[in-house]
């Protein structure tokens, strides 16, 4: 009996002991801390700030969007120590580096130096999904004439044989055609503002044109370029402008350049605007040297994609069978086939700081792929110094699209890209004979 109480006294004082401890101050706990030194930093009136206490350092991160000029430091010191520069519930200014500096009993001075970031949000998308298909047939299409879209407002532009039709850019419905439709178009696009621009379509070396709507409500398009070609550009056979693609970058209120290959040829043409001015109706004129040898472009699959809105920021090249380049500030990247099918049709857009290149996959497969080239080294690089250098190369392929015919199968396709005002984004993936597919993009989570 008495070997029992004295348990249950020993059992009673532990447990005690444990309560009282868990009640001290962290500071009380453990082995006592060197007189001089801080114990702990925190900061008080972010949150979600995160500090790491590395010897003398105190490295403070915040979250994103704060500002590190009004921090309010909460400072524990060990015994006998005090901080010179300090006042506890003060603010203060860490927008550089703060030396701390506290001094013990024994008058020495020992210095901390602060160093604050602010988390920067991670670029690209996190999450692609389907948003919506309509199939060709659901729009009464007919087979092998849809080639090219474009968007503007609340809406994607699909380009028909005669028309150029009108759908709501979330759900894909109709809403009508652009007015004015100047005939023979296979080509369209938009700049960052939703203007629309159409090319005619020539088989031989005479008036090109480019036209402008402002917006869906327009009467009638603007013409914007109507330049004769030299019979000296124009190859012995096979020549066409208007059927590869036309791409337009920036908003030609301010700076875009506007990009065209023209068929069987070695040449794209290029037309810039600067400042809301056209520099030129006659273009600039880049005689492309080609990676392989294969050493002209198709009669319909070459992609000239720019990668800015100036002459200078470079653009990419592709087509079906003849390879994918990226030339940008002088210096060429070539893709390697192995990341991909070569593609039919192309583009190159911004989503949440990265810069995406979209290309289709041919018949049959009828799906597309997304290559990361915010980091333009990455192109070459092979999937291990990828990885070491962080870089998700490829980080989609959609599922094919089942054609509705197997008639014609000579690829028409098209892409666009919509920002949505509330940060995520579509990419419209148009097939002829499929349909029109949208995917939402949604940022990465920080």
């Not at 023979?184 to 005619?200: L, S, V, Y």
Request: hydrophobic residues 35%.
């Amino acid at each position: 009996m008495k070997n029992i109480k004295l348990f249950c006294t020993r059992l009673l004082f532990a447990v005690m002991t444990a309560s009282m401890m868990a009640c001290l101050p962290d500071t009380e706990l453990g082995p006592e801390k060197v007189e001089g030194s801080i114990i702990r930093f925190k900061i008080t009136n972010v949150e979600g700030a995160v500090v790491a206490m590395l010897g003398r350092n105190i490295n403070v991160s915040l979250p994103i969007g704060s500002s590190p000029a009004t921090l309010i430091p909460q400072i524990i010191v060990a015994k006998g120590t005090t901080i010179l520069n300090y006042t506890e519930g003060q603010s203060m200014d860490f927008s550089n580096d703060v030396i701390l500096k506290v001094q013990g009993t024994n008058s020495a001075i020992t210095e901390y130096t602060v160093k604050t970031t602010v988390r920067q949000p991670k670029p690209g998308f996190d999450k692609i999904e389907l948003l919506f298909e309509k199939k060709h047939s659901s729009y009464g299409w007919t087979l092998h004439q849809q080639y090219a879209t474009a968007v503007s407002g609340e809406n994607v532009l699909v380009a028909n044989t005669s028309v150029i039709q009108v759908l709501d850019a979330y759900t894909g419905d109709p809403k009508g055609v652009l007015a004015g439709h100047p005939g023979a178009i296979h080509q369209i696009a938009n700049d960052e503002a939703g203007r629309i621009f159409a090319a005619n379509v020539i088989t031989t070396a005479t008036a090109f044109k480019i036209y402008k709507w402002e917006t869906v409500n327009s009467a009638a398009p603007e013409t914007i370029v109507n330049y004769t070609i030299p019979a000296a550009d124009w190859p012995a056979s096979g020549g066409n402008l208007g059927r590869c693609l036309l791409s337009v970058y920036g908003d030609i209120s301010k700076d875009a350049v506007i990009y065209l290959p023209l068929a069987s040829s070695k040449i794209i043409y290029r037309w810039v605007y600067t400042n809301g001015q056209l520099k030129s109706n006659t273009p600039d004129k880049i005689e492309y040297t080609f990676p392989l040898t294969i050493k002209t472009f198709g009669n319909i699959t070459a992609n000239v994609n720019p990668l800015g809105p100036l002459p200078t920021d470079g653009y990419v090249v592709s087509q079906t069978q003849r390879g994918w380049e990226y030339i940008g500030n002088n210096i060429q990247y070539t893709f390697s086939t192995t990341d991909g099918v070569l593609p039919y049709r192309t583009i190159v857009f911004n989503f949440n700081g990265a810069k995406y290149y979209a290309g289709s996959v041919p018949t049959p497969n009828t799906s597309f792929y997304i290559f990361d080239i915010t980091n333009p080294k990455g192109i070459e690089m092979n999937e291990t110094e990828r990885f070491d250098a962080g870089i998700e190369f490829k980080p989609f392929q959609s599922a094919t699209f089942p054609v509705e015919s197997t008639g014609n199968t000579t690829p028409h396709i098209g892409f666009s890209f919509k920002q949505n005002a509330d940060g995520t984004g579509i990419l419209y993936y148009l097939y002829a004979n499929s349909g029109l597919r949208a995917y939402k993009l949604t940022k990465k989570i920080n």
